[in-house]
């Protein structure tokens, strides 16, 4: 019986330091508190994220513990319940501070009953440098689009004008030239200062700063601004915008410009007699408009890349119209994506706007 209890109790030994070398080895921190707040695990990779030794905190009371990690593991171990921190944020000395993926788990007897918590935490930095790499290079790719994009647009006018301005001491004495210099050098250079506007809304696309606003707001204006041109070309407008309040946080100019060129985009894209119906419908924490038109739709090859900047297929379009639609919705933490409408014709621009934002902000006049 002895030799039995003796073996068992080797066993029990064995299993236990299998157990604490695990946890002492993985890249993972891991730490515990039982039901009276008293730290039970603190392994060695914790040391390393937290900065604190496990002298300094094992059966030490929790509140030795960083607060970040100190209120999930508290929480669990009260409710019961696993908890995720996608991203928690620990002190470094010197000020700075260590992402930390946090995950808590309940530790409970066999029968049920809570016995305390668990926090594995996974070091992030190496996943967020990686981000911001990706993040850079994206910017990159974009902003040598851009830049081309510029170039090309800037050099056509300039040409023409170049060309004019070189001709100009020779034929300074032809009337019928000077009334040709006038008109091609204004063209021209009208072109320029459209493309400086686009380009100026494309490097502020989130406008002024963000107030609570009624999204039927900006949309009934720019359906005004757009009305002349709708009567002319013979489009009806289906644009109820119904009696419910639609809030979001935002900037008005900038959403009004977000619908203007959407809107100018689907009237570029229809005959007279089609129709640009605008709807505005609110879903969980979501506001969502849609523009819709009866033209022929994008095509399929087009339907990636449109949001990019000087992507166009009109002879004398910018192609900047949607990527600044893309940063404005993007200076709103809105999604914005087009589609076609299954089965006929036409294109939908979809654009959804968080409101639970604005939801716990005070309107402000
Ligand atoms: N409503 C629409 N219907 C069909 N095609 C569209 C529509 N809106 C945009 N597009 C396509 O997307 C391209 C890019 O649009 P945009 O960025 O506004 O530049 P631009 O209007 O100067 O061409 C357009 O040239 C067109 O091919
Ligand atoms: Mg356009």
């Known amino acids: 019986m002895a030799i039995k209890n003796a073996q068992l109790y080797e066993q029990v030994v064995l299993i236990n ?32 994220l937290t900065g604190l ?95 081309a994009g510029i170039g090309h647009e800037i050099k056509n006018p300039l040409v023409a004008i170049k060309a004019f301005a070189q001709l100009l001491p020779r034929k300074f004495l032809d009337e019928q030239f000077r009334q040709e210099f006038a008109r091609v050098v204004g063209r021209e250079i009208g072109r320029m200062e459209h493309l400086a506007g686009r380009l100026r809304s494309l490097a502020r696309p989130g406008g002024g700063p963000h107030r609570a606003l009624d999204l039927r707001a900006p949309i009934a204006d720019a359906v005004e601004l757009l009305q002349p041109r709708l009567d002319e070309k013979g489009i009806a407008i289906r644009w109820a915008p119904g009696p419910n309040p639609c809030q979001v946080l935002g900037d008005h100019a900038a959403l009004e410009q977000l619908f203007l060129n959407l809107f100018g985009n689907a009237l570029d894209a229809m005959e007279a007699g089609g129709a640009l119906s605008v709807r505005l419908r609110s879903t969980e924490g979501r506001m969502i408009v849609e523009v819709e038109d009866t033209g022929p739709g994008i095509p399929d090859e087009f339907l990636p890349r449109i949001f990019e900047p000087f992507v166009t297929t009109k002879l004398h379009g910018s192609g900047l119209g949607l990527a600044i639609c893309a940063s404005i919705a993007n200076a709103h933490r809105a999604l914005i994506y087009a589609t076609n409408v299954p089965g006929q014709r036409g294109a939908v621009f979809t654009i959804e706007f968080p409101v639970e934002v604005a939801a716990s902000t005070p309107v402000r006049a």
């Open 17 to 48: 330091e299998y157990l604490q070398n695990i946890v002492g080895t993985i890249e993972s921190g891991v730490v515990a508190i039982n039901r009276a707040g008293h730290v039970t695990i603190f392994n060695r990779a914790a040391e390393q």
């Open 53 to 147: 030794s496990v002298d300094a905190i094992l059966g030490r009371a929790i509140a030795e513990l960083p607060a970040p990690l100190r209120q999930p593991l508290v929480a669990t171990a009260e409710d019961g319940r696993a908890r995720v921190l996608a991203e928690v944020e620990l002190a470094k000395p010197g000020g700075s501070t260590l992402p930390v993926l946090c995950l808590t788990s309940p530790l409970r007897e066999p029968a049920g009953g809570l016995l305390g918590a668990v926090a594995v935490l996974s070091d992030l930095t190496a996943l967020k440098q990686l981000e911001m790499e990706q993040r850079r290079a994206e910017r990159l790719a974009y902003f040598e689009v851009l830049a």
